[in-house]
């Protein structure tokens, strides 16, 4: 427990911190689908050795089908920006329009609340690697997101590839350089002023960009 003269001092050192480790690091558990369990496949898509642009095994989507797909969620907290990036290889008889990456957006209450989808070009060149991108702002309230990968329609033949894929996330820009902390505050995103202020030092935190300020009012806070 700390008071908040020495909470601010800690505070300002795990900003940098954060943001640090979260600009750049790689969200996605098994990334190249090598060891399975951290994706969760439906329909006609399974990891596959002849589908890996790296490593043993990449996801394969058969194009001798009608669709499926995989998807893996990851814990989300406050408002960020996400970004979910992934080579895909189109053989040249995998005909299909409708193959999609995504992302989308869970709260506790409801369920999904938002998506935003990445769609691949038919013109998109075959028999070779191209990295696909969806960039995108979780709502306010998200607590879990979630990188989709699928397919549907019907296909003549051949397989569409997905190998090394990237979930980053970076601050959401909130448009206010000061983030508040209170006890008797609301609790309010984004917390800009002392009425509508973060009840905990870490959930200020997570909205503040580099040079923000986040001023705490008089308590006893506890730091997680």
């Known amino acids: 427990m700390?008071?908040?003269?020495?909470?601010?001092?800690?505070?300002a050192a795990c900003f940098v911190l954060i943001l640090s480790h979260s600009s750049h690091a790689n969200l996605l558990a098994d990334p190249g689908f090598e060891s399975g369990g951290a994706w969760t496949p439906w329909g006609n898509a399974a990891p596959e050795s002849w589908a890996a642009r790296t490593g043993s095994t990449g996801l394969a989507f058969y194009g001798w089908t009608t669709g499926g797909g995989a998807f893996q969620d990851v814990f989300a907290s406050g408002a960020s920006n996400y970004t979910f990036s992934i080579y895909g290889y189109r053989d040249i008889d995998f005909t299909v329009g409708g193959v999609v990456l995504k992302l989308e957006f869970f709260n506790a209450a409801t369920g999904k609340v938002s998506?935003?989808?990445?769609?691949?070009?038919?013109?998109?060149?075959?028999n070779s690697w191209t990295l696909y991108s969806v960039t995108g702002t979780s709502p306010t309230g998200t607590v879990r997101v979630r990188a989709v990968l699928a397919f549907s329609g019907l296909v003549s033949g051949g397989a569409f590839k997905w190998d090394d894929g990237t979930l980053t996330s970076s601050t959401s820009t909130t448009g206010n350089p000061t983030h508040y902390v209170s006890l008797s505050g609301s609790d309010t995103f984004p917390y800009?002023?002392?009425t509508t202020a973060a009840r905990s030092a870490q959930s200020a935190?997570?909205?503040?960009?580099?040079?923000?300020?986040?001023?705490?009012?008089?308590?006893?806070?506890?730091?997680?």
């Open 192 to 194: 800009t002023n002392w």
């Open 205 to 224: 935190v997570s909205v503040a960009e580099a040079g923000d300020t986040v001023p705490v009012a008089d308590g006893t806070y506890t730091l997680l």
């Open 2 to 11: 700390y008071r908040s003269n020495t909470l601010f001092v800690i505070v």
């Open 115 to 126: 998506e935003l989808w990445g769609s691949v070009p038919t013109s998109q060149s075959t």
